[in-house]
Protein backbone atom coordinates (compact mmCIF):
# COMPACT_ATOMS: atom_id res chain seq x y z
CA UNK A 1 0.00 0.00 0.00
CA UNK A 2 1.02 3.81 -0.88
CA UNK A 3 2.55 6.09 2.24
CA UNK A 4 -1.09 7.59 2.58
CA UNK A 5 0.65 10.15 5.01
CA UNK A 6 2.27 11.46 1.40
CA UNK A 7 -1.56 12.48 0.15
CA UNK A 8 -2.27 15.98 -0.09
CA UNK A 9 -5.30 17.31 1.66
CA UNK A 10 -7.17 17.50 -2.02
CA UNK A 11 -6.00 13.83 -3.05
CA UNK A 12 -6.77 12.31 0.62
CA UNK A 13 -10.13 14.08 0.01
CA UNK A 14 -10.78 12.26 -3.33
CA UNK A 15 -9.78 9.15 -1.83
CA UNK A 16 -12.01 9.50 1.22
CA UNK A 17 -14.86 10.49 -0.75
CA UNK A 18 -14.60 7.58 -3.63
CA UNK A 19 -14.38 5.17 -0.31
CA UNK A 20 -10.83 4.55 -1.55
CA UNK A 21 -9.52 4.99 1.89
CA UNK A 22 -10.76 5.54 5.74
CA UNK A 23 -10.78 8.10 7.76
CA UNK A 24 -9.23 5.89 10.44
CA UNK A 25 -6.61 4.32 8.12
CA UNK A 26 -5.45 7.70 7.64
CA UNK A 27 -5.63 8.91 10.89
CA UNK A 28 -3.57 5.90 11.48
CA UNK A 29 -0.65 6.56 9.17
CA UNK A 30 -0.19 9.82 10.58
CA UNK A 31 0.07 8.24 13.98
CA UNK A 32 2.20 6.06 12.93
CA UNK A 33 4.59 8.20 11.18
CA UNK A 34 4.00 10.64 14.64
CA UNK A 35 5.26 7.77 16.70
CA UNK A 36 8.46 7.11 14.88
CA UNK A 37 9.38 10.26 14.00
CA UNK A 38 8.58 12.10 16.72
CA UNK A 39 11.62 11.55 19.11
CA UNK A 40 14.20 13.18 16.15
CA UNK A 41 11.80 16.14 15.34
CA UNK A 42 10.45 16.92 18.19
CA UNK A 43 7.22 18.75 16.48
CA UNK A 44 4.53 17.38 18.67
CA UNK A 45 4.06 18.43 22.38
CA UNK A 46 1.14 16.39 23.03
CA UNK A 47 -0.01 13.87 20.75
CA UNK A 48 -3.44 13.00 21.26
CA UNK A 49 -4.32 9.35 19.76
CA UNK A 50 -7.38 8.48 21.31
CA UNK A 51 -8.84 11.39 20.12
CA UNK A 52 -7.89 11.26 16.80
CA UNK A 53 -9.19 7.88 16.24
CA UNK A 54 -12.62 8.65 17.70
CA UNK A 55 -12.73 11.81 15.23
CA UNK A 56 -11.50 9.45 12.44
CA UNK A 57 -14.84 7.57 13.08
CA UNK A 58 -16.99 9.42 13.31
CA UNK A 59 -15.65 10.92 9.85
CA UNK A 60 -16.25 7.74 8.45
CA UNK A 61 -19.48 7.44 9.56
CA UNK A 62 -20.51 11.00 8.26
CA UNK A 63 -18.80 9.92 5.05
CA UNK A 64 -20.72 6.92 4.93
CA UNK A 65 -23.99 8.75 5.63
CA UNK A 66 -23.25 11.05 2.54
CA UNK A 67 -22.56 13.79 5.15
CA UNK A 68 -19.14 14.57 4.59
CA UNK A 69 -17.33 18.27 5.21
CA UNK A 70 -15.02 19.89 3.59
CA UNK A 71 -12.57 18.46 5.81
CA UNK A 72 -13.64 15.20 6.63
CA UNK A 73 -11.08 12.92 8.22
CA UNK A 74 -8.31 15.03 7.21
CA UNK A 75 -5.50 14.57 10.14
CA UNK A 76 -4.48 17.74 11.15
CA UNK A 77 -1.93 19.48 13.93
CA UNK A 78 -2.80 22.34 16.01
CA UNK A 79 0.08 25.31 16.67
CA UNK A 80 0.26 24.52 20.98
CA UNK A 81 -1.55 28.63 20.75
CA UNK A 82 -5.34 27.58 20.56
CA UNK A 83 -7.70 26.46 23.05
CA UNK A 84 -8.37 23.13 22.37
CA UNK A 85 -11.05 21.95 25.11
CA UNK A 86 -9.54 19.44 27.96
CA UNK A 87 -6.00 19.13 25.36
CA UNK A 88 -2.77 20.41 26.56
CA UNK A 89 -2.70 24.39 25.76
CA UNK A 90 0.34 26.22 27.19
CA UNK A 91 1.90 28.34 24.57
CA UNK A 92 4.77 26.08 24.93
CA UNK A 93 5.76 28.18 27.98
CA UNK A 94 6.62 26.55 31.66
CA UNK A 95 3.96 29.76 32.99
CA UNK A 96 0.81 27.67 31.35
CA UNK A 97 2.03 24.18 33.13
CA UNK A 98 -0.79 22.17 33.06
CA UNK A 99 -3.16 24.28 31.29
CA UNK A 100 -6.74 22.53 30.02
CA UNK A 101 -8.89 25.52 28.35
CA UNK A 102 -12.86 24.70 29.08
CA UNK A 103 -13.39 25.59 25.62
CA UNK A 104 -12.24 25.67 22.60
CA UNK A 105 -10.54 28.12 19.97
CA UNK A 106 -13.31 29.16 16.95
CA UNK A 107 -10.33 28.59 14.23
CA UNK A 108 -10.14 24.68 15.84
CA UNK A 109 -13.94 24.45 15.88
CA UNK A 110 -14.25 25.64 12.83
CA UNK A 111 -12.28 22.97 11.83
CA UNK A 112 -13.67 20.03 13.66
CA UNK A 113 -17.86 21.30 12.45
CA UNK A 114 -15.70 20.60 8.75
CA UNK A 115 -14.80 17.28 10.09
CA UNK A 116 -11.30 17.52 10.56
CA UNK A 117 -9.27 15.01 12.97
CA UNK A 118 -6.87 16.44 15.80
CA UNK A 119 -3.39 14.68 15.86
CA UNK A 120 -1.99 17.11 18.82
CA UNK A 121 -0.61 20.27 19.69
CA UNK A 122 2.33 21.13 17.90
CA UNK A 123 5.88 22.94 19.25
CA UNK A 124 6.16 26.78 18.98
CA UNK A 125 8.23 29.68 20.45
CA UNK A 126 7.13 29.97 23.74
CA UNK A 127 4.01 32.65 23.30
CA UNK A 128 4.59 32.49 19.82
CA UNK A 129 7.92 35.03 20.47
CA UNK A 130 10.92 33.53 18.38
CA UNK A 131 12.01 32.79 14.71
CA UNK A 132 13.80 29.36 15.04
CA UNK A 133 11.91 27.91 17.76
CA UNK A 134 14.46 27.66 20.13
CA UNK A 135 12.76 29.69 23.18
CA UNK A 136 10.00 26.97 23.82
CA UNK A 137 10.05 25.30 27.22
CA UNK A 138 9.47 22.08 25.33
CA UNK A 139 13.17 22.26 23.60
CA UNK A 140 14.16 22.98 20.02
CA UNK A 141 12.25 21.59 16.90
CA UNK A 142 14.27 19.73 14.19
CA UNK A 143 14.13 21.03 10.43
CA UNK A 144 13.76 18.05 8.06
CA UNK A 145 15.59 19.63 5.86
CA UNK A 146 19.58 19.26 6.59
CA UNK A 147 21.97 20.60 3.58
CA UNK A 148 23.35 18.39 0.63
CA UNK A 149 26.02 16.27 2.50
CA UNK A 150 25.59 17.40 5.94
CA UNK A 151 24.14 15.88 9.41
CA UNK A 152 23.80 19.51 10.58
CA UNK A 153 20.40 20.23 12.67
CA UNK A 154 18.90 23.21 11.22
CA UNK A 155 16.13 25.49 13.40
CA UNK A 156 12.87 25.21 11.27
CA UNK A 157 12.12 28.70 11.73
CA UNK A 158 9.63 30.22 14.47
CA UNK A 159 7.62 30.88 15.85
CA UNK A 160 5.19 28.25 14.14
CA UNK A 161 8.57 25.76 13.98
CA UNK A 162 6.74 22.65 14.94
CA UNK A 163 3.57 23.50 12.43
CA UNK A 164 6.33 23.72 9.37
CA UNK A 165 8.32 20.82 10.43
CA UNK A 166 5.18 18.96 11.17
CA UNK A 167 3.76 19.26 7.56
CA UNK A 168 7.15 18.94 6.35
CA UNK A 169 8.03 16.23 7.78
CA UNK A 170 4.95 14.26 6.82
CA UNK A 171 3.34 14.45 10.08
CA UNK A 172 0.12 16.18 9.79
CA UNK A 173 -2.01 16.99 6.19
CA UNK A 174 -1.53 20.41 7.25
CA UNK A 175 -1.40 22.42 10.34
CA UNK A 176 -2.57 25.24 11.94
CA UNK A 177 -0.28 28.22 12.74
CA UNK A 178 -0.42 31.57 13.70
CA UNK A 179 1.91 34.95 12.72
CA UNK A 180 2.36 38.23 14.20
CA UNK A 181 5.81 39.36 12.71
CA UNK A 182 6.64 36.26 10.31
CA UNK A 183 5.65 33.53 12.29
CA UNK A 184 3.92 31.30 9.31
CA UNK A 185 5.89 32.45 6.67
CA UNK A 186 9.40 32.46 7.91
CA UNK A 187 8.97 28.98 8.89
CA UNK A 188 7.24 27.88 5.75
CA UNK A 189 10.00 29.74 3.57
CA UNK A 190 12.63 27.59 5.50
CA UNK A 191 10.63 24.16 5.19
CA UNK A 192 9.93 24.40 1.52
CA UNK A 193 6.10 24.44 2.80
CA UNK A 194 2.99 26.76 1.44
CA UNK A 195 1.89 29.25 4.69
CA UNK A 196 -0.49 32.65 4.55
CA UNK A 197 -1.09 34.92 7.30
CA UNK A 198 -4.61 36.56 5.73
CA UNK A 199 -5.58 39.83 6.59
CA UNK A 200 -5.70 41.49 10.21
CA UNK A 201 -9.64 40.30 10.87
CA UNK A 202 -9.93 37.08 8.65
CA UNK A 203 -9.48 34.73 10.97
CA UNK A 204 -11.20 35.23 14.40
CA UNK A 205 -8.88 35.50 17.39
CA UNK A 206 -11.25 34.15 20.27
CA UNK A 207 -9.86 31.16 22.14
CA UNK A 208 -5.90 31.94 20.62
CA UNK A 209 -3.41 32.77 23.53
CA UNK A 210 -2.73 36.65 22.59
CA UNK A 211 1.34 37.75 22.02
CA UNK A 212 0.38 41.17 20.61
CA UNK A 213 -3.73 41.84 19.56
CA UNK A 214 -3.33 43.90 16.91
CA UNK A 215 -1.11 41.93 14.91
CA UNK A 216 -2.01 38.47 15.46
CA UNK A 217 -3.13 36.15 13.08
CA UNK A 218 -3.96 32.99 12.52
CA UNK A 219 -3.40 31.17 9.13
CA UNK A 220 -2.63 27.59 8.02
CA UNK A 221 0.87 25.71 7.02
CA UNK A 222 0.50 23.47 3.99
CA UNK A 223 1.74 20.93 1.61
CA UNK A 224 0.90 23.00 -1.36
CA UNK A 225 -0.93 25.92 -2.50
CA UNK A 226 -4.43 24.14 -2.53
CA UNK A 227 -3.94 22.75 0.88
CA UNK A 228 -3.54 26.21 1.82
CA UNK A 229 -6.86 27.33 0.14
CA UNK A 230 -8.50 24.66 1.75
CA UNK A 231 -7.38 25.18 5.08
CA UNK A 232 -7.64 28.97 5.46
CA UNK A 233 -11.74 28.13 4.18
CA UNK A 234 -12.41 26.39 7.00
CA UNK A 235 -10.27 28.15 9.48
CA UNK A 236 -11.49 32.04 8.41
CA UNK A 237 -15.19 33.07 9.70
CA UNK A 238 -17.28 35.96 11.05
CA UNK A 239 -17.14 35.75 14.47
CA UNK A 240 -19.02 37.84 17.04
CA UNK A 241 -16.78 36.68 20.05
CA UNK A 242 -13.87 38.30 18.25
CA UNK A 243 -14.61 42.54 18.19
CA UNK A 244 -12.01 42.76 15.76
CA UNK A 245 -13.69 40.24 13.19
CA UNK A 246 -14.19 41.19 10.02
CA UNK A 247 -17.96 41.36 8.78
CA UNK A 248 -17.18 39.59 5.21
CA UNK A 249 -18.26 36.72 4.06
CA UNK A 250 -15.55 33.91 3.15
CA UNK A 251 -15.05 33.41 -0.58
CA UNK A 252 -14.11 29.73 -1.77
CA UNK A 253 -10.32 30.12 -1.82
CA UNK A 254 -9.74 26.80 -3.83
CA UNK A 255 -11.69 28.24 -6.61
CA UNK A 256 -8.94 31.22 -7.85
CA UNK A 257 -6.23 28.79 -8.48
CA UNK A 258 -5.78 28.31 -12.41
CA UNK A 259 -7.30 31.75 -12.80
CA UNK A 260 -5.28 33.73 -15.36
CA UNK A 261 -2.74 36.34 -14.16
CA UNK A 262 -3.07 38.57 -17.49
CA UNK A 263 -3.72 42.49 -16.62
CA UNK A 264 -2.41 41.80 -13.11
CA UNK A 265 0.46 44.35 -11.93
CA UNK A 266 2.96 43.05 -9.60
CA UNK A 267 4.85 45.61 -7.75
CA UNK A 268 8.63 45.12 -6.76
CA UNK A 269 9.55 47.04 -3.79
CA UNK A 270 13.43 48.03 -4.23
CA UNK A 271 13.92 48.86 -0.12
CA UNK A 272 13.31 44.76 -0.36
CA UNK A 273 16.72 44.40 -0.99
CA UNK A 274 19.41 44.74 2.15
CA UNK A 275 22.77 44.59 2.83
CA UNK A 276 24.43 41.10 3.25
CA UNK A 277 21.58 38.98 1.01
CA UNK A 278 22.73 35.99 -0.46
CA UNK A 279 22.75 36.77 -4.37
CA UNK A 280 20.83 33.53 -4.83
CA UNK A 281 17.99 35.26 -2.92
CA UNK A 282 18.05 38.08 -5.73
CA UNK A 283 18.46 35.15 -8.15
CA UNK A 284 15.19 33.77 -7.21
CA UNK A 285 13.40 36.70 -6.53
CA UNK A 286 14.41 37.44 -10.35
CA UNK A 287 13.21 33.91 -11.42
CA UNK A 288 9.66 34.64 -9.72
CA UNK A 289 9.39 37.99 -11.66
CA UNK A 290 10.31 35.75 -14.60
CA UNK A 291 7.60 33.27 -13.94
CA UNK A 292 4.63 36.10 -13.33
CA UNK A 293 6.09 37.77 -16.18
CA UNK A 294 5.33 34.45 -18.11
CA UNK A 295 2.30 34.30 -17.07
CA UNK A 296 1.32 37.44 -18.39
CA UNK A 297 0.99 39.98 -15.02
CA UNK A 298 2.91 43.41 -15.91
CA UNK A 299 5.76 43.88 -13.21
CA UNK A 300 6.25 47.68 -12.17
CA UNK A 301 8.89 48.99 -9.96
CA UNK A 302 6.94 50.34 -6.73
CA UNK A 303 8.99 52.05 -3.78
CA UNK A 304 7.80 51.74 -0.19
CA UNK A 305 10.00 53.99 1.46
CA UNK A 306 9.26 53.28 5.27
CA UNK A 307 9.80 49.52 4.61
CA UNK A 308 13.20 49.87 6.69
CA UNK A 309 11.39 51.20 9.99
CA UNK A 310 9.15 48.20 10.13
CA UNK A 311 11.37 46.13 12.15
CA UNK A 312 12.28 49.16 14.67
CA UNK A 313 8.36 49.62 15.15
CA UNK A 314 7.68 46.05 15.31
CA UNK A 315 9.85 46.05 18.34
CA UNK A 316 8.04 48.62 20.22
CA UNK A 317 4.44 47.82 19.27
CA UNK A 318 4.76 44.40 19.41
CA UNK A 319 6.68 43.91 23.43
CA UNK A 320 3.88 46.77 24.25
CA UNK A 321 1.24 44.89 23.64
CA UNK A 322 2.68 41.57 24.95
CA UNK A 323 3.79 43.49 28.34
CA UNK A 324 0.28 44.21 28.79
CA UNK A 325 -1.43 40.49 27.41
CA UNK A 326 1.10 38.66 29.23
CA UNK A 327 -0.03 40.57 32.73
CA UNK A 328 -2.28 38.07 33.05
CA UNK A 329 0.33 35.36 34.03
CA UNK A 330 0.29 36.06 37.49
CA UNK A 331 0.09 32.40 39.00
CA UNK A 332 -3.89 33.02 40.24
CA UNK A 333 -5.92 32.04 37.35
CA UNK A 334 -4.00 29.27 35.68
CA UNK A 335 -0.59 27.49 35.53
CA UNK A 336 2.53 27.79 37.14
CA UNK A 337 2.44 29.21 41.25
CA UNK A 338 5.71 29.65 43.03
CA UNK A 339 4.91 30.51 46.76
CA UNK A 340 6.12 33.77 48.17
CA UNK A 341 6.44 36.08 51.28
CA UNK A 342 3.39 38.15 50.23
CA UNK A 343 1.47 38.54 47.26
CA UNK A 344 3.79 40.54 45.17
CA UNK A 345 6.37 38.50 45.98
CA UNK A 346 4.34 35.44 44.84
CA UNK A 347 4.05 37.10 41.35
CA UNK A 348 7.52 38.00 40.57
CA UNK A 349 8.76 34.61 41.54
CA UNK A 350 5.75 32.97 39.23
CA UNK A 351 6.72 35.15 36.63
CA UNK A 352 10.55 34.67 36.86
CA UNK A 353 10.00 31.16 36.94
CA UNK A 354 7.27 30.55 34.92
CA UNK A 355 8.57 33.08 31.37
CA UNK A 356 11.85 32.06 29.71
CA UNK A 357 14.55 34.41 28.54
CA UNK A 358 13.48 36.26 25.25
CA UNK A 359 9.39 36.31 27.01
CA UNK A 360 10.98 38.56 29.58
CA UNK A 361 13.20 40.35 27.57
CA UNK A 362 10.14 41.43 25.65
CA UNK A 363 8.22 41.87 28.40
CA UNK A 364 10.51 44.24 29.90
CA UNK A 365 10.98 46.01 26.81
CA UNK A 366 7.13 46.68 26.57
CA UNK A 367 7.07 47.83 30.07
CA UNK A 368 9.63 50.42 29.51
CA UNK A 369 8.42 52.11 26.42
CA UNK A 370 4.68 52.05 27.79
CA UNK A 371 6.20 53.62 31.40
CA UNK A 372 5.72 57.11 32.14
CA UNK A 373 7.77 59.65 30.45
CA UNK A 374 8.76 57.17 27.82
CA UNK A 375 5.26 56.64 26.09
CA UNK A 376 5.37 59.18 23.38
CA UNK A 377 8.92 59.33 22.72
CA UNK A 378 8.55 55.00 21.75
CA UNK A 379 5.30 53.83 21.33
CA UNK A 380 3.67 56.86 20.10
CA UNK A 381 6.36 57.63 17.73
CA UNK A 382 5.96 53.75 16.49
CA UNK A 383 2.14 53.93 15.82
CA UNK A 384 2.72 56.99 13.88
CA UNK A 385 5.27 55.22 11.80
CA UNK A 386 3.04 52.29 11.41
CA UNK A 387 0.36 54.58 10.18
CA UNK A 388 3.21 55.77 7.27
CA UNK A 389 4.18 52.10 6.76
CA UNK A 390 0.60 51.07 5.58
CA UNK A 391 0.28 54.39 3.69
CA UNK A 392 3.33 53.34 1.67
CA UNK A 393 1.24 50.24 0.66
CA UNK A 394 -1.84 52.12 0.18
CA UNK A 395 -0.72 54.52 -2.57
CA UNK A 396 1.11 51.25 -4.39
CA UNK A 397 -2.60 49.62 -4.86
CA UNK A 398 -3.93 53.17 -5.24
CA UNK A 399 -1.17 53.17 -8.45
CA UNK A 400 -2.81 49.83 -9.84
CA UNK A 401 -0.66 47.26 -8.06
CA UNK A 402 -2.67 44.26 -7.64
CA UNK A 403 0.02 42.46 -5.65
CA UNK A 404 3.58 42.75 -4.15
CA UNK A 405 6.50 40.47 -4.84
CA UNK A 406 9.38 39.80 -2.65
CA UNK A 407 11.96 37.12 -0.83
CA UNK A 408 10.15 35.49 2.14
CA UNK A 409 13.43 35.59 4.45
CA UNK A 410 17.09 36.96 3.94
CA UNK A 411 18.70 33.29 4.83
CA UNK A 412 17.51 29.89 4.33
CA UNK A 413 17.47 28.01 7.31
CA UNK A 414 20.24 28.33 9.99
CA UNK A 415 21.84 25.66 12.47
CA UNK A 416 20.47 25.31 16.15
CA UNK A 417 22.40 27.47 18.89
CA UNK A 418 23.58 29.39 16.06
CA UNK A 419 26.18 31.61 18.15
CA UNK A 420 26.08 34.45 16.30
CA UNK A 421 22.21 34.78 16.52
CA UNK A 422 22.51 33.44 20.11
CA UNK A 423 24.52 36.51 20.74
CA UNK A 424 22.80 39.65 19.90
CA UNK A 425 18.68 39.54 19.85
CA UNK A 426 18.54 42.20 16.93
CA UNK A 427 19.96 39.60 14.83
CA UNK A 428 17.45 37.15 15.01
CA UNK A 429 14.87 39.57 14.63
CA UNK A 430 15.94 40.38 11.46
CA UNK A 431 14.62 37.26 10.28
CA UNK A 432 11.68 38.79 10.12
CA UNK A 433 12.20 42.15 8.31
CA UNK A 434 10.24 41.14 4.49
CA UNK A 435 7.48 40.06 6.85
CA UNK A 436 6.85 42.10 9.36
CA UNK A 437 5.66 45.00 7.45
CA UNK A 438 2.89 43.06 6.13
CA UNK A 439 1.48 42.52 9.84
CA UNK A 440 2.27 46.09 10.72
CA UNK A 441 -0.32 46.84 7.60
CA UNK A 442 -2.81 44.17 8.43
CA UNK A 443 -2.30 42.96 4.65
CA UNK A 444 -2.19 39.04 3.80
CA UNK A 445 0.68 37.57 2.60
CA UNK A 446 1.81 33.80 1.44
CA UNK A 447 5.22 32.49 1.36
CA UNK A 448 5.25 29.87 -1.48
CA UNK A 449 8.47 27.24 -2.04
CA UNK A 450 10.19 29.12 -4.96
CA UNK A 451 13.32 26.76 -5.13
CA UNK A 452 16.67 25.32 -2.99
CA UNK A 453 19.86 27.27 -2.49
CA UNK A 454 23.28 26.20 -3.30
CA UNK A 455 23.34 24.28 0.63
CA UNK A 456 20.17 22.50 -1.07
CA UNK A 457 17.89 24.16 1.32
CA UNK A 458 14.43 25.40 0.36
CA UNK A 459 14.18 29.23 -0.65
CA UNK A 460 10.44 30.89 -0.43
CA UNK A 461 9.00 34.41 -2.38
CA UNK A 462 6.09 36.37 -0.71
CA UNK A 463 3.51 37.63 -2.19
CA UNK A 464 1.81 40.71 -0.26
CA UNK A 465 -1.81 41.55 -1.45
CA UNK A 466 -4.74 44.16 -0.35
CA UNK A 467 -7.15 43.69 2.35
CA UNK A 468 -9.09 40.71 1.94
CA UNK A 469 -7.68 39.83 -1.31
CA UNK A 470 -6.49 36.47 -0.55
CA UNK A 471 -7.50 34.83 -3.53
CA UNK A 472 -5.08 36.97 -5.63
CA UNK A 473 -2.17 35.67 -3.80
CA UNK A 474 -3.76 32.00 -3.99
CA UNK A 475 -3.77 32.44 -7.87
CA UNK A 476 -0.62 34.03 -7.96
CA UNK A 477 1.41 31.85 -5.46
CA UNK A 478 -0.07 28.99 -7.52
CA UNK A 479 1.41 29.97 -11.02
CA UNK A 480 4.98 30.06 -8.98
CA UNK A 481 4.22 26.88 -7.41
CA UNK A 482 3.36 25.18 -10.80
CA UNK A 483 7.21 26.44 -12.35
CA UNK A 484 9.04 26.12 -9.41
CA UNK A 485 7.80 22.59 -8.42
CA UNK A 486 7.21 21.16 -5.06
CA UNK A 487 10.54 20.16 -2.52
CA UNK A 488 10.58 17.83 -0.14
CA UNK A 489 13.21 16.85 2.04
CA UNK A 490 15.27 13.48 2.06
CA UNK A 491 14.19 11.58 4.94
CA UNK A 492 16.73 11.52 7.69
CA UNK A 493 14.70 10.81 10.72
CA UNK B 1 18.13 57.06 24.85
CA UNK B 2 19.62 53.86 27.23
CA UNK B 3 19.00 52.33 30.51
CA UNK B 4 20.38 51.57 33.63
CA UNK B 5 21.19 48.81 36.54
CA UNK B 6 18.60 51.06 38.39
CA UNK B 7 15.96 51.47 35.41
CA UNK B 8 16.26 48.20 34.72
CA UNK B 9 15.15 47.02 38.19
CA UNK B 10 12.59 49.36 38.28
CA UNK B 11 10.79 47.92 35.05
CA UNK B 12 11.57 44.33 36.19
CA UNK B 13 9.66 45.80 39.16
CA UNK B 14 6.77 47.64 37.21
CA UNK B 15 6.62 44.09 34.92
CA UNK B 16 6.87 41.61 38.65
CA UNK B 17 9.93 39.47 37.64
CA UNK B 18 12.21 39.10 40.12
CA UNK B 19 15.46 39.75 38.46
CA UNK B 20 18.76 38.78 40.19
CA UNK B 21 21.74 41.12 40.19
CA UNK B 22 23.97 39.02 37.01
CA UNK B 23 20.19 39.17 35.80
CA UNK B 24 19.47 42.42 35.49
CA UNK B 25 22.89 43.15 34.42
CA UNK B 26 22.80 40.77 31.11
CA UNK B 27 19.25 42.16 30.41
CA UNK B 28 20.64 46.04 30.53
CA UNK B 29 23.12 45.41 27.71
CA UNK B 30 20.13 43.18 25.68
CA UNK B 31 17.82 46.25 26.57
CA UNK B 32 20.12 49.07 25.48
CA UNK B 33 21.05 46.87 22.44
CA UNK B 34 17.43 46.79 21.22
CA UNK B 35 16.68 50.81 22.43
CA UNK B 36 19.65 51.49 20.29
CA UNK B 37 18.15 49.42 17.20
CA UNK B 38 14.72 51.07 17.63
CA UNK B 39 16.46 54.53 17.97
CA UNK B 40 15.97 55.04 14.30
CA UNK B 41 12.36 55.62 14.27
CA UNK B 42 13.47 59.16 15.96
CA UNK B 43 14.44 60.42 12.42
CA UNK B 44 11.03 59.97 10.47
CA UNK B 45 8.96 62.63 10.27
CA UNK B 46 5.86 61.97 11.81
CA UNK B 47 4.32 65.57 11.43
CA UNK B 48 0.93 65.60 11.30
CA UNK B 49 0.45 61.53 11.02
CA UNK B 50 -1.84 60.33 13.51
CA UNK B 51 -0.64 57.01 15.08
CA UNK B 52 -2.44 54.11 14.09
CA UNK B 53 -5.07 52.93 16.33
CA UNK B 54 -6.65 49.87 14.45
CA UNK B 55 -5.45 48.23 11.13
CA UNK B 56 -8.90 47.84 9.42
CA UNK B 57 -11.27 50.84 9.24
CA UNK B 58 -13.95 49.45 11.12
CA UNK B 59 -16.21 50.79 13.96
CA UNK B 60 -15.61 48.39 16.89
CA UNK B 61 -18.20 45.75 16.69
CA UNK B 62 -21.00 45.74 20.41
CA UNK B 63 -23.16 43.67 21.42
CA UNK B 64 -26.55 43.74 22.93
CA UNK B 65 -25.89 44.56 26.73
CA UNK B 66 -27.48 41.35 28.07
CA UNK B 67 -26.21 38.67 29.66
CA UNK B 68 -24.92 36.11 27.36
CA UNK B 69 -22.78 33.83 29.33
CA UNK B 70 -22.42 32.74 33.15
CA UNK B 71 -23.13 30.29 35.24
CA UNK B 72 -19.47 28.32 34.96
CA UNK B 73 -17.62 29.36 38.31
CA UNK B 74 -15.88 25.61 38.31
CA UNK B 75 -15.23 26.18 34.63
CA UNK B 76 -13.65 29.34 35.72
CA UNK B 77 -11.23 27.74 38.75
CA UNK B 78 -10.89 24.33 37.32
CA UNK B 79 -7.24 25.66 36.00
CA UNK B 80 -5.99 27.77 39.11
CA UNK B 81 -3.54 26.37 40.72
CA UNK B 82 -4.84 26.99 44.50
CA UNK B 83 -8.83 27.37 45.60
CA UNK B 84 -11.65 26.93 47.46
CA UNK B 85 -14.99 26.62 46.96
CA UNK B 86 -14.54 28.23 44.05
CA UNK B 87 -12.85 31.14 44.94
CA UNK B 88 -9.08 31.82 43.60
CA UNK B 89 -6.48 31.69 46.98
CA UNK B 90 -3.67 33.90 46.96
CA UNK B 91 -1.60 35.12 49.39
CA UNK B 92 -2.71 37.67 52.50
CA UNK B 93 -2.95 41.03 51.03
CA UNK B 94 -4.54 42.55 54.36
CA UNK B 95 -3.46 42.68 57.91
Known sequence: ?493 | MSVDLATVKRVARLARIAVSEEEAQRMMGELNGILGFVEQLSEVDVAGVEPMTSVTPMAMKKREDVVSDGNKAEDIVANAPVTDRNFFLVPKVVE
Not at chain 1, 41 to 53: F, Q
Not at chain 1, 54 to 80: F, H, N, Q, T, Y
Not at chain 1, 330 to 353: F, H, N, P, Q, S
Open chain 1, 1 to 493: MTDLTRLTIAEARTKLAAKEITAVELTEAYLGAIEAANEAINAYVVVTPEKAREMAKASDARIAAGKAGALEGIPLGIKDLFATEGVHTQACSHILDGFKPRYESTVTQNLWNDGAVMLGKLNMDEFAMGSSNETSYYGVVKNPWRANGSNLDLVPGGSSGGSAAAVAAFLCAGATATDTGGSIRQPAAFTGTVGIKPTYGRCSRWGTVAFASSLDQAGPIARDVRDAAILLKSMASVDAKDTTSVDLPVPDYEASLGQSLKGMRIGIPKEYRVDGMPEEIETLWQQGIAWLRDAGAEIVDISLPHTKYALPAYYIVAPAEASSNLARYDGVRYGLRVDGKDIADMYEKTRAAGFGTEVKRRIMIGTYVLSAGYYDAYYLQAQKVRTLIKRDFELAFHAGVDAILTPATPSSAFGIADEDLASDPVKMYLNDIFTVTVNMAGLPGIAVPAGLDHKGLPLGLQLIGKPFEEETLFKTAHVIEQAAGRFTPAKWW
